[in-house]
């Protein structure tokens, strides 16, 4: 047994104690404590649905009876590592038309819809009524020798935070190119990486990854594109957004240099080109970020290139993706 109440952590081997004095649950049946909706969601181990009693169990497509080379346990039988996702488009066959997303701006629109007033919900989905309740999930179902740290009870999101710092170019003045006829703003959003937080908030031994969710079991999350949605309210019922993604998925190793203005002159940084999302020249209203009163997270399969004056008309392409909102609304 092993558990430490200062830093939330729990290590292998696990009995009843330990998630107690951790989470706590305040039950010694395994199933209560198992399936305990307190348990850190983005913790890496923690108990999930799982269909065999072994966790070295190789993860076995149904419908082929082949192994799924790379598949973990802590993944769980649907790759969403124990998590359910607010998903705007299922990719499913005929989960498009059915809910008459037709283009890429009705998606962007119902998303826009679902998450301007409450947020998106990320929640805990635990082992079910048919699942394996596996107590050692919380001490990585390994040896102290293989895995030092089991469950860590202050992780956090791998996908980013918001606020993240943010560039504004008003008529050519700061970060964009200039513009001869004035008017022009270009607006740049950075995202921070939670890895660059460093070890003692964000552990990736034991805090989930991007790298660890494949999407419904057939795509991977660092394939996808992050996205940054800006929303207002322009009058009782609507809602009105632009949105753009990164021009590069989440395992692109490129980078970006943003020239910032300040009162001794230019500065320049340089990102990660997968954590900067440009939103390009934009002559349309509101203004940026003036009226804008909401800001989130996304997923794209695809990316979105915000270069319209329209906000209900994106350069993008139209047909189906799966979008994934991964923050709530902040607001600006």
């Known amino acids: 047994m092993g558990h430490n109440t200062t830093t939330k952590t729990i290590t292998s081997a696990v009995n009843t ?3 107690n004095a951790v989470i706590p649950i305040g039950s010694h049946d395994i199933g209560t404590i198992c399936t305990d909706a307190d348990i850190n969601m983005w913790a ?21 009876g082949k192994t799924i080379p790379g598949w973990k346990w802590w993944m769980g039988k649907d790759g969403m590592c124990g998590l359910s996702a607010p998903t705007i488009y299922s990719g499913q066959p005929g989960y498009n038309a059915q809910k008459g997303l037709t283009t890429l701006t009705d998606t962007l629109q119902k998303m826009a819809n679902a998450i301007y007033a409450k947020g998106p919900e990320w929640k805990y989905t635990p082992p079910g009524a048919n699942d394996y309740k596996i107590l050692d999930s919380f001490g990585g179902c390994a040896t102290a020798a293989t895995v030092p740290t089991g469950y860590n009870g202050r992780a956090i999101s791998p996908f980013g935070y918001l606020p993240g710092k943010r560039y504004i170019d008003q008529n050519g003045s700061g970060t964009g190119p200039s513009s001869a006829t004035g008017g022009v703003r270009y607006y740049r959003i950075y995202v921070p990486d939670p890895e660059d ?15 660890d969710f494949q999407y419904a079991g057939f795509y991977k999350f660092e394939d996808a594109y992050l996205g940054v949605m800006l929303a207002w309210e322009p009058y009782a019922g609507a809602v009105g957004w632009i949105a753009a993604t ?55 399969t695809v990316p979105i290139v915000w270069k319209s004056d329209d906000p209900c008309v994106p350069n993008g392409t139209s047909g189906a993706i799966p979008l994934i909102a991964v923050d709530g609304p902040q607001g600006l």
């Open 44 to 64: 890496r181990y923690k108990p999930v649905p799982w269909d065999w009693p072994d966790p070295a169990h190789p993860m076995v497509d149904k419908s082929t």
């Open 197 to 211: 937080l460093g070890s003692s908030i964000f552990d990736p031994d034991t805090n989930l990854v991007i790298t």
């Open 17 to 19: 104690d330990d998630p």
């Open 246 to 300: 990164s021009t590069v998925n989440l395992s692109s190793t490129a980078t970006t240099t943003i020239t910032e203005q300040t009162e001794n002159g230019p500065k320049s940084y340089t990102y990660p080109t997968r954590r900067v999302v440009d939103f390009g020249g934009y002559t349309g209203s509101p203004s940026l970020p003036g009226h804008f009163k909401r800001l989130f997270l996304f997923l794209s």
